[in-house]
């Protein structure tokens, strides 16, 4: 009774299911991923492969992220009545059995462009990040997303998980795991922690604007159990750290326009941090990330 009341009273943004799946997938989040995978691949040597490769580059992590998307909605239900009811699609205008359908057949897609581009390359780590970020996604959306915490961090390391997938033919990996992982932390740890650390701290900030159906949906959330105003600290605490990151990109780079908006950038996070402003927080960390792709693009020219 309650769900056909809340759908007489919220207008979906489509009636089609067609655009429903479309939309659950995310296509712009998915073209976000597409363009930061083949940046990062032109940011190595200042060029591209050959078309098949770089295809093969991309589309796995897309398929991934995808069913990922739609596994997600279709565990949120609940709650995204409640934070977003007229993007709340599945399970009213796309039928859940689809959307688990959808999930599982992107998800083996994924996986199987990810074992091609292994055998392509000669190199596991394709199909071993894939293969991981699977599993996780879904365990995610099912258990983890509503604890403290930790659905963060799985968010942050996914994403950042992104940059060893990019540049998987560049690795070598002939010698032991242990000194393969010392070998790209020293070489890519400062891009790794940058981007974990933005997407970890966007992710807190979601957690306040989502507080309301997460409690209700019985998520344990790091406001939810900590107070919003808990939160915020720890917010303001890796923002300094953010902060601190850009003075000393700044120190050691050129000083150019891509630098300077970098910084604006970051001085306009730390302004709505100080402001407690967790919607505006939230888009200016996604767009410091973008920023950051650009600087990594104009580094390789």
């Known amino acids: 009774m309650g769900d056909s009341q809340g759908q007489g009273a919220v207008k979906q943004v ?3 299911p067609i655009s429903a799946w479309f ?17 990062l691949r032109y940011s190595y040597d200042g060029a591209w492969g050959s078309l098949f490769l770089e295809v093969l580059f991309i589309l796995p992590l897309v398929l991934l992220a995808a ?34 359908v959808s999930h599982w057949a992107l998800t083996a897609a994924g996986l199987v462009t990810a074992g091609v581009l292994s055998v392509t390359i000669g190199n596991y780590i394709p199909l071993m990040i894939a293969f991981t970020i699977s599993i996780v996604l879904f365990f995610y959306s099912a258990k983890l997303k509503g604890r403290v915490l ?23 990996t002939s010698m032991s795991l242990m000194m393969n992982l010392t070998l790209f932390v020293w070489e890519f740890g400062i891009l790794l922690g940058l981007t974990f650390l933005i997407v970890f701290t966007r992710e807190l900030v ?20 900590y107070s919003t105003k ?37 001085l306009g996070i730390a302004y709505f941090t100080w402001q407690k402003k967790a919607t505006q927080l939230s888009a200016w960390l996604k767009l410091l990330l973008a920023v950051g792709l650009l600087l990594l693009a104009y580094s390789a020219t």
């Open 23 to 39: 939309r659950v997938m995310r296509p712009g989040n998915l073209a976000i991923i597409a363009a930061a995978i083949a940046i």
């Open 230 to 266: 808990s939160s915020w600290r720890v917010i303001k605490t890796l923002i300094a750290i953010l902060l601190a990151s850009t003075i000393w990109i700044t120190v050691n780079s050129e000083k150019d326009l891509l630098i300077g908006l970098f910084i604006a950038v970051t």
């Open 14 to 16: 489509t009636s089609s």
């Open 206 to 225: 979601k957690d306040i604007e989502d507080i309301e159906g997460d409690r209700i949906a019985g998520h344990l959330t790091f406001p939810i159990v």
């Open 150 to 172: 930790i659905g963060n961090f799985i968010v942050a390391a996914s994403i950042a998980s992104v940059i060893p997938f990019a540049y998987a033919d560049d690795i070598d």
């Open 67 to 100: 069913g990922g998307n739609i596994i997600n909605d279709y565990f949120d239900i609940k709650e995204d009545r409640i934070n977003k009811p007229e993007r709340a699609l599945v399970g009213r205008v796309l039928k859940r059995r689809i959307a688990l």
